[in-house]
């Protein structure tokens, strides 16, 4: 069984699990799904999500619904999955061997049905829209959610609309969304901008499906399961992820914190959340004494994932961090450009926002933060081909470079 809790420790109200709210009725702050209790054995469901691997039924084919001991439970015939997850754990080469690291792994959580992580948390997002008997559903996004949430509506067969800040999400993206047949709407400014407008609106006609909807976490959180299966249950020290809204970050931690206290893992990996320096309000608060948040008003950076400067899920990601014994920290574009391409000659390849791991990665190995030694994953978000406007315009400066002869 589980319910919606709201996510400030100090309040812990509590809610039906399908009560359709986004916010705390008596503080405002965000809610989260409680899992009350786990039945089995941990021993029994560790053998029991591998078993599932080899099976054809349609809920045990998703690597998100074969972890559903830890979900809201629906009928099977109720899911709306692709299926998505079961993407493998990659060793990484040249990417180690940059960032001065003997274990390095990638979980490419861009190799999902649409591209990005985002497909995760838009299984048990839409499964849960459906649930409530939604008609349409809505999000504010950089390019990535708007993508997922459009194939997932088609999926379900609901309406699907989502706010873009013009001219910034990149064409591949955009073109998805076009694809799946969802209605673009766009926005004079930045993805705060659309956010809010979206939430302002209040329409009641309108599921909305952006991360602070509880829900998408639950179904983001299971990466974490499933990283931790491939690395059979021995903890790596770090696991690094990008952060923009941080709702991914927090998924990430709540997943931790679930396995620990239900018996899974008695001991929890480290989280670095890296930001870009133009798009850093959580590094920033990280590194002040005082511990304030403040958004980042123009928040400006090429890995257009995470140009967020009003993180709706701060709060969740810092307790995650605090829990893990992390830290968050940020890295330019010119770090994340070259860590990007490093990446792409691993053969591997992800969007710019994801390669921000790796540069955040060089950082604190260089400043003798990370052992050279520490078994470290790293996660992909974000598939090479979401952004290749990117990737030709870096061509076009290398080639630019070379012909004036001046090499950096
Ligand atoms: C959405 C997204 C992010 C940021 O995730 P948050 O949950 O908003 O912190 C990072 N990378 C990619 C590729 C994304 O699509
Ligand atoms: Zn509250």
Redesign the pocket.
């Known amino acids: 069984m589980a319910h919606l809790r709201c996510s400030a420790p100090e309040c812990g109200i509590t809610l039906e699990l399908h009560a359709r709210a986004l916010a705390c009725p008596r503080c405002g702050d965000l809610l989260e799904v409680a899992i009350d209790a786990v039945e089995s054995d941990p021993q029994d469901l560790k053998k029991l999500w591998i078993e599932r691997r080899s099976s054809y039924d349609r809920l045990d084919a998703s690597g998100v619904w074969r972890f559903r001991e830890f979900l809201p439970r629906y009928d099977a015939g109720q899911v709306v999955t692709m299926p998505e997850g079961n993407v493998p754990l990659i060793r990484a080469q040249r990417a180690a061997e940059w960032a001065g690291l003997r274990n390095l792994w990638f979980k490419h959580l861009g190799w999902n049905p649409t591209g990005?992580?985002?497909d995760l948390g838009m299984t048990a997002g839409m499964t849960e829209a459906k649930f409530a008997g939604a008609g349409m559903v809505a999000c504010a996004s950089t390019g990535?959610?708007a993508a997922s949430l459009a194939a997932y509506a088609a999926r379900a067969g609901l309406i699907a609309r989502v706010y873009l800040p013009a001219g910034q999400a990149s064409a591949n993206k955009l073109a998805q969304a076009i694809d799946f047949g969802a209605e673009v709407i766009e926005i004079e400014g930045s993805f705060d901008d659309a956010l809010e407008i979206l939430l302002d609106s209040r329409d009641p006609d309108l599921y909305f499906l952006n991360?602070i909807n509880p829900f998408r976490i639950e179904g983001q959180k299971t990466a974490m399961f499933e990283l931790l299966e491939q690395f059979k249950w021995e903890i790596p020290d770090y696991v690094v992820v990008?952060?923009?809204?941080?709702?991914?970050?927090s998924a990430f931690g709540k997943a931790f914190k679930e396995l620990k206290s239900f018996g899974l893992i008695d001991r929890l990996p480290r989280m670095v959340i890296v930001q870009a320096a133009g798009a850093n309000p959580l590094a920033r608060l990280w590194r002040s004494d005082s511990r304030q948040f403040e958004a980042v008003k123009y928040p400006e950076t090429i890995a257009t994932?995470?140009r967020?400067g009003n993180p709706r899920s701060w709060k969740k990601a810092l307790r995650a961090i605090e829990l893990t014994d992390g830290m968050a920290i940020d890295v330019t574009d010119e770090e994340i450009g070259e860590a990007k391409e490093t990446i792409g000659r691993d053969g591997i390849g992800c969007?710019p926002?994801?390669a921000t791991t790796l540069a955040g990665l060089r950082k604190l190995v260089a400043a003798g933060i990370v052992d050279r030694d520490a078994v470290v994953a790293a996660v992909l978000?974000?598939h090479a081909l979401?952004d290749t406007e990117y990737i030709i315009r870096s061509r076009k400066k290398l080639e630019l470079r070379d012909a004036t002869g001046v090499h950096g």
């Open positions: 990005s992580f985002k990535n959610t991360s990008p952060g923009g809204n941080l709702g991914n970050s994932a995470i967020i969007e926002a994801s978000t974000g979401k």
